[in-house]
């Protein structure tokens, strides 16, 4: 009985001490969201967005539907990067900046080109 005591006793004392999950550090009630097209304005489909806040490790990531949309809600303010990847593309990124929580930012508009071969 003792040896169970003890244990719950250290893994609690080990949940406390390790530091906040990334992705806890991270979100907030800010949301992004845009499209993605080819250089010829057609919509690209399964391009991954990998979106990073300033100053914390981790990420947050979402994928673009049939009609190049992509949203990213949960965010805190802060300064975001994001990352836009769709093989057989040039990945290409941008920064945006929550000034608050409920920022209301524009859509952005990303425009993927065609990798040289």
């Not at 609690?12 to 390790?18: D, G, K, N, Q």
């Not at 990073?52 to 809600?73: F, N, Q, R, V």
């Not at 805190?76 to 990847?85: K, M, N």
Request: with cysteine; aromatic share 6%; hydrophobic share 50%.
């Amino acid at each position: 009985m003792k040896s169970v005591g003890r244990c719950a006793a250290l893994a609690a004392i080990v949940l406390l001490s390790a530091p906040a999950a990334p992705s806890a550090q991270m979100r907030g009630l800010g949301r992004i969201k845009g499209t993605v097209n080819d250089d010829t304005g057609a919509p690209l489909k399964g391009v991954a967005v990998r979106a990073t806040l300033s100053g914390y490790d981790g990420a947050i990531e979402e994928m673009s539907d049939d009609k190049g949309a992509w949203a990213i809600a949960g965010m805190a303010r802060g300064e975001w990067h994001l990352a836009f990847y769709a093989p057989g593309y040039t990945p290409t990124g941008a920064k945006v900046l929550l000034a608050a929580e409920l920022s209301n930012v524009p859509p952005i508009a990303i425009v993927l080109k065609k990798a040289a071969k």
